[in-house]
């Protein structure tokens, strides 16, 4: 069993920067887990926004490449989403979640464990 806890969120600038926090905790190692995160605006579907897989291989959806970066730290049970030239777009609920299992990365069905969100808002 996993719990993940966001944080980081806020209101932002466009053009700014923000780093949200994903804090893991319970009796599996974080460090077998493959991590994303995912977003959701109002009135859309939660979509693949970023992965980085146990071996730290890192896999982002089109929107955010060269914007958006995915880390994680092990040993802290932390993964974090640098997100830099924030746009108005950008505004939704970010939530992480994490997976043990193959699959696609960008299908939110095949992660078991998710977080509660963080409401990222891009002022323009």
């Known amino acids: 069993q996993v719990q993940l806890a966001e944080s980081g969120g806020g209101l932002v600038q466009a053009g700014g920067p923000l780093r949200l926090s994903c804090a893991a905790s319970?009796?599996?190692?974080?460090?077998?887990?493959?991590l994303a995160w995912f977003r959701q605006a109002p009135g859309t579907e939660r979509e693949f926004v970023a992965a980085?897989?146990?071996?730290?291989?890192?896999t982002y959806y089109d929107f955010v490449k060269g914007r958006f970066t995915i880390s994680r730290d092990n040993a802290k049970n932390l993964v974090y989403l640098q997100m830099n030239s924030l746009k108005p777009e950008d505004t939704a609920v970010y939530y992480c979640?994490?997976?043990?299992?193959?699959?696609?990365?960008?299908?939110?069905?095949?992660?078991?464990?998710w977080g509660q969100g963080t409401q990222v808002t891009v002022s323009s």
């Open positions: 979640a994490a997976k043990i299992s193959t699959g696609s990365f960008y299908r939110d069905s095949n992660y078991a464990y």
């Open positions: 319970g009796r599996t190692f974080i460090s077998s887990y493959t």
């Open positions: 980085i897989t146990r071996t730290e291989g890192t």
